[in-house]
T-cell receptor, first 119, second 115 residues
Framework: AQKITQTQPGMFVQEKEAVTLDCTYDTSDQSYGLFWYKQPSSGEMIFLIYQGSYDEQNATEGRYSLNFQKARKSANLVISASQLGDSAMYFC????????????????FGQGTILTVHP | DADVTQTPRNRITKTGKRIMLECSQTKGHDRMYWYRQDPGLGLRLIYY???????NKGEISDGYSVSRQAQAKFSLSLESAIPNQTALYFC??????????????FGPGTRLLVL
């Protein structure tokens, strides 16, 4: 079963508007972390934001916020006031702990959402 | 200067050749990783190393080997390259002392084409 699901292959948004990129995940662990990365056309992976499963407040980093709904197992990325430079591929990723409590280290990635910002 | 560097950035090779991709980091992180990215599949973990003496296989290690020459250097080798190893390869690092969920920071990637 896929652990990270990004159901939107592509999204379009007008410049200066907000956009939500969806991410749902599947895990039986109680302790895990959720991450969002941006990949522009140049190819590098840029870390944007992360949320721990025990964090009570939604994470925010500048124009990025993570809408974390634990019961629904969703971790949507919200980008406010979109800019042309936000056009890129966006990946949601999850990191789980093993049942023994040792951090395994593996990030599991979704398939990504291509965001296009129109002027 | 970039914290995580990868060389080469682009490489074309022929089937059967042995090639090495190198990763260096100045972040002082103990943990390093190699991923590959194929179109439509996101990133998948090849190998990871939690310190110089600790190397572990990821989910797709067949056909690859790694060497952790120092805390700052982690190399990925394709012993005998095949066309389905054509992909974008990323090195990443993380710091377990960061606390919480340690973030992985990625290098710029190496585009590999195997003919």
């Amino acid at each position: 079963a896929q652990k990270i699901t990004q159901t939107q292959p592509g999204m379009f948004v007008q410049e200066k508007e907000a956009v939500t990129l969806d991410c749902t995940y599947d895990t039986s662990d109680q302790s895990y972390g959720l991450f969002w990365y941006k990949q522009p056309s140049s190819g590098e992976m840029i870390f944007l934001i992360y949320q721990g499963s025990y964090d009570e407040q939604n994470a925010t980093e500048g124009r990025y916020s993570l809408n974390f709904q634990k019961a629904r197992k969703s971790a949507n990325l919200v980008i406010s006031a979109s800019q042309l430079g936000d056009s890129a591929m966006y990946f949601c990723a999850m990191r789980e702990r093993t049942t023994g409590g040792t951090s395994y280290g593996k990030l599991t990635f979704g398939q990504g959402t291509i965001l296009t910002v129109h002027p | 200067d970039a914290d995580v560097t990868q060389t080469p950035r682009n490489r074309i090779t022929k089937t059967g050749k042995r090639i090495m991709l190198e990763c260096s980091q100045t972040k002082g992180h103990d943990r390093m990783y190699w991923y590959r990215q194929d179109p439509g599949l996101g990133l998948r973990l090849i190998y990871y190393s939690f310190d110089v003496k600790d190397i572990n296989k990821g989910e797709i290690s067949d056909g690859y080997s790694v060497s952790r020459q120092a805390q700052a250097k982690f190399s990925l080798s394709l012993e005998s390259a095949i066309p389905n190893q054509t992909a974008l390869y990323f090195c990443a690092t993380s710091d377990p002392g960061q606390g919480g969920w340690e973030t992985q920071y990625f290098g710029p990637g190496t585009r590999l084409l195997v003919l």
